[in-house]
């Protein structure tokens, strides 16, 4: 048994050996003091990469936002301030602080100049998702922070430094606080700029953990009372960090178990023959949990949704209340695909009258927003419209619904890049079905 054991501890300890290949601690020191400093062609490398970061912000583009995080040399700063507190140089820390506060204003200042001039001002996808972090943005930057520390203190140099920066994401939260000022949205700003300082904080933890780890050499402090300070500062720092985190993570879980719960409820609950469901929504706050839901078909009676509401209790949605808006009778014979069909054709699409168009003004705000965002990506496009239209087939009588977009452009685009504007008009609409009609 002890035989088998020894020979566990050795293959544990061969194959997760950190010191093998390990680079002289000055060496190590040195690569990361070299990124400390903000000035030169480290700000201006910086500068490009916010305004790279802000614009694949705005276009909400993943791949562009990945570039501007590889260029970004912010990393070095934070991983500075990580090394120096727990090799005992203060000196380093401060440095860094400083260097890490001048990138901070500098890029913030930086994607509020740029999203105080562009023409577009929606809120993006990729926007949004840099406003509510939460405990999991907490273990992304520790273990990024982990795998960065661990590739600085190698002999040979490898790709995992950029893999950190794109994980860990410093330059997205800087841009999105960018616009929540240039926008006037305090809640953008806060939201972004505490996800910016989870991120810096615990990658440089974990930096200060892998340093500890990998037993480098400390400094002696002048005052005995010195260490004891630095280390009590770090666990206030880190308990400020965490604890909201944490909060807004058991926020996240709560309303996701709601939502499923609530989706399975009405999938499995509203199974009727003569009665639909068109539209449903979920909503979830502090005080508030609330199923809206809206019937077609035959009115269901109140003694069936007093018992739908009492079925709520198996789905763990005893608390929640749930609204149910029907009366819109129709014929059992009529199918009631059609009338779904009817209905979102009437709400969707262009409505013509003898003289003008009628269309929804939250409808021309869309599009209008996308034209100047086709407009950005495209100069040659002349106009762009989306409707749904009707599409009958000759071998049913059911109508189905299609959404259409036609773009016309001074030049006739290529194929590829017309796959490329159908997907991406697919993910802007949030309509996978979406069809392009490019002149």
Same mark, same amino acid.
């Given at each position: 048994?002890?035989?088998?054991?020894?020979?566990?501890?050795?293959?544990?300890?061969?194959?997760?050996?950190?010191?093998?290949?390990?680079?002289?601690?000055?060496?190590?020191?040195?690569?990361?003091?070299?990124?400390?400093?903000?000035?030169?062609?480290?700000?201006?490398?910086? @500068?490009?990469?916010?305004? /790279? &970061?802000?614009?694949?912000?705005?276009?909400?583009? *993943? +791949?562009?936002?990945?570039? =501007? #995080?590889?260029?970004?040399?912010?990393?070095?700063?934070?991983?500075?301030?990580?090394?120096?507190?727990?090799?005992?140089?203060?000196?380093?820390?401060?440095?860094?602080?400083?260097?890490?506060?001048?990138?901070?204003?500098?890029?913030?200042?930086?994607?509020?100049?740029?999203?105080?001039?562009?023409?577009?001002?929606?809120?993006?996808?990729?926007?949004?998702?840099?406003?509510?972090?939460?405990?999991?943005?907490?273990?992304?930057?520790?273990?990024?922070?982990?795998?960065?520390?661990?590739?600085?203190?190698?002999?040979?140099?490898?790709?995992? @430094?950029?893999?950190?920066? /794109? &994980?860990?994401?410093?330059?997205?939260?800087?841009? *999105? +606080?960018?616009?929540?000022? =240039? #926008?006037?949205?305090?809640?953008?700003?806060?939201?972004?700029?505490?996800?910016?300082?989870?991120?810096?904080?615990?990658?440089?933890?974990?930096?200060?953990?892998?340093?500890?780890?990998?037993?480098?050499?400390?400094?002696?402090?002048?005052?005995?009372?010195?260490?004891?300070?630095?280390?009590?500062?770090?666990?206030?720092?880190?308990?400020?960090?965490?604890?909201?985190?944490?909060?807004?993570?058991?926020?996240?879980?709560?309303?996701?178990?709601?939502?499923?719960?609530?989706?399975?409820?009405?999938?499995?609950?509203?199974?009727?023959?003569?009665?639909?469901?068109?539209?449903?929504?979920?909503?979830?706050?502090?005080?508030?949990?609330?199923?809206?839901?809206?019937?077609?078909?035959?009115?269901?009676?109140?003694?069936?949704?007093?018992?739908?509401?009492?079925?709520?209790?198996?789905?763990?949605?005893?608390?929640?209340?749930?609204?149910?808006?029907?009366?819109?009778?129709?014929?059992?014979?009529?199918?009631?695909?059609?009338?779904?069909?009817?209905?979102?054709?009437?709400?969707?699409?262009?409505?013509?009258?003898?003289?003008?168009?009628?269309?929804?003004?939250?409808?021309?705000?869309?599009?209008?927003?996308?034209?100047?965002?086709?407009?950005?990506?495209?100069?040659?496009?002349?106009?762009?419209?989306?409707?749904?239209?009707?599409?009958?087939?000759?071998?049913?009588?059911?109508?189905?619904?299609?959404?259409?977009?036609?773009?016309?452009?001074?030049?006739?685009?290529?194929?590829?890049?017309?796959?490329?504007?159908?997907?991406?008009?697919?993910?802007?609409?949030?309509?996978?079905?979406?069809?392009?009609?490019?002149?």
């Amino acid at each position: 048994m002890s035989d088998f054991l020894h020979r566990i501890r050795y293959f544990l300890t061969h194959r997760f050996n950190l010191q093998e290949d390990k680079a002289e601690e000055q060496d190590i020191i040195s690569s990361i003091r070299k990124n400390i400093d903000f000035r030169g062609a480290n700000l201006w490398a910086l @500068i490009f990469a916010i305004f /790279i &970061a802000s614009i694949g912000l705005n276009v909400n583009s *993943t +791949a562009v936002i990945i570039g =501007a #995080m590889l260029i970004s040399p912010i990393m070095g700063p934070v991983m500075a301030i990580g090394l120096g507190v727990g090799i005992n140089d203060l000196e380093m820390v401060k440095k860094g602080g400083k260097n890490l506060l001048v990138a901070t204003v500098i890029s913030i200042i930086t994607s509020t100049i740029y999203f105080s001039i562009t023409p577009l001002h929606d809120a993006q996808s990729e926007l949004l998702a840099r406003t509510s972090p939460s405990i999991w943005d907490v273990f992304i930057a520790l273990f990024g922070g982990m795998a960065g520390m661990v590739a600085a203190s190698r002999k040979e140099k490898n790709n995992v @430094i950029p893999g950190v920066a /794109i &994980a860990t994401a410093l330059m997205p939260p800087l841009c *999105t +606080a960018g616009f929540g000022l =240039a #926008m006037g949205n305090w809640y953008f700003f806060l939201g972004a700029i505490y996800l910016y300082f989870i991120n810096s904080v615990f990658i440089a933890i974990a930096t200060f953990l892998m340093t500890r780890y990998l037993k480098m050499r400390k400094k002696a402090f002048d005052d005995p009372g010195a260490e004891k300070r630095v280390t009590r500062y770090v666990v206030i720092i880190v308990l400020v960090t965490l604890l909201p985190s944490i909060y807004m993570a058991y926020r996240i879980v709560n309303k996701s178990i709601f939502e499923n719960n609530a989706r399975t409820f009405v999938e499995q609950a509203f199974n009727f023959k003569n009665t639909q469901v068109v539209s449903k929504s979920f909503t979830y706050t502090a005080k508030q949990q609330k199923i809206d839901l809206l019937l077609i078909g035959a009115v269901l009676k109140k003694p069936v949704t007093d018992s739908l509401r009492h079925l709520m209790k198996k789905y763990r949605l005893q608390n929640v209340q749930l609204n149910i808006r029907q009366g819109l009778n129709a014929k059992q014979e009529l199918d009631l695909s059609q009338i779904k069909a009817s209905i979102l054709e009437d709400v969707y699409s262009t409505k013509l009258t003898t003289d003008t168009v009628k269309v929804p003004q939250r409808k021309i705000n869309l599009d209008s927003s996308v034209l100047t965002e086709i407009k950005a990506l495209y100069p040659a496009v002349l106009s762009f419209g989306v409707s749904k239209i009707a599409v009958l087939r000759p071998d049913t009588t059911l109508v189905d619904t299609q959404k259409v977009a036609l773009v016309r452009f001074a030049k006739p685009l290529n194929k590829p890049d017309v796959v490329k504007l159908q997907t991406w008009l697919q993910k802007r609409y949030q309509s996978p079905q979406l069809k392009l009609i490019s002149q």
